[in-house]
């Protein structure tokens, strides 16, 4: 009678716990800030049964299952239990006491790994952004790569223009200056005989003055100052 009683509890438990050998692939969806609650989604068996045998079906279970166990000497009470019970509460205790903080501890160290390591990363991804937004604008200066061929044209060719002015301006002044000192060596040359043939002239007419003609055209010169001297007192 105990034997088949023993059978029938644990096919009963069997088939309690098959949920949970059946989920037990299914990760916790426990949000960051609730993420130490994973035994509330880790075992959703243990939810259904609670949710079928009321708030204190739970504790009964658990009551006669430490019963069964114990009964069958498959959990044995002794020192060591005891103690094994003990390490477990001050362990829970402990954990519930110091996991905030050093959580909160290990986070920051996390974020601070993380970050030192990604940030070569960013600066990574912020060079290749620069190189992208280069080629971007190389690719946009394409389009205007006539215009810009037509530009450079113009340019050349005005400062060809520019240079060919400016030689020709080069040459016509120094063409004007040889024209202009041609015109000075003539010029030149021409008052030179000019002065030669006025000095010969004046030479040849002073030599054909006698001293008659030259003592005569005195004395003619004298009366004609004379008589104008009369003619404006005369007048006056």
């Not at 905030?100 to 952004?129: C, F, H, P, W």
């Not at 000075?184 to 002239?201: F, G, R």
């Amino acid at each position: 009678m105990l034997s088949r009683l023993a059978v029938r509890q644990s096919a009963m438990m069997l088939q309690v716990f098959r949920p949970c050998v059946l989920s037990q692939h299914n990760f916790s969806l426990s949000t960051a800030k609730d993420k130490y609650s994973w035994h509330r989604t880790a075992w959703p068996a243990w939810q259904m049964y609670k949710d079928k045998a009321g708030s204190s079906g739970a504790s009964i279970m658990i009551a006669g299952a430490a019963a069964y166990l114990i009964s069958k000497e498959i959990m044995v009470v002794n020192d060591e239990f005891m103690l094994l019970i003990l390490m477990s509460a001050v362990g829970y205790n402990l954990t519930k006491a110091v996991a905030g903080s050093v959580g909160k501890a290990l986070d920051a160290e996390r974020s601070t790994i993380l970050e030192s390591m990604n940030q070569g990363k960013y600066n990574q991804i912020a060079s290749l952004k620069q190189v992208i937004d280069s080629h971007k604008e190389a690719k946009d200066a394409l389009k205007y790569q006539e215009e810009f061929f037509d530009i450079i044209k113009a340019n050349n060719e005005m400062k060809q223009e520019i240079a060919y002015r400016s030689n020709l301006h080069e040459v016509e002044s120094e063409v004007k200056k040889r024209l202009d000192y041609q015109i000075d060596m003539q010029k030149l040359e021409l008052s030179i005989e000019e002065q030669h043939v006025c000095s010969w002239v004046e030479q040849k007419v002073i030599a054909s003055i006698s001293p008659k003609q030259e003592s005569d055209a005195l004395n003619q010169c004298i009366i004609d100052l004379n008589l104008l001297a009369e003619g404006r007192a005369v007048s006056a």
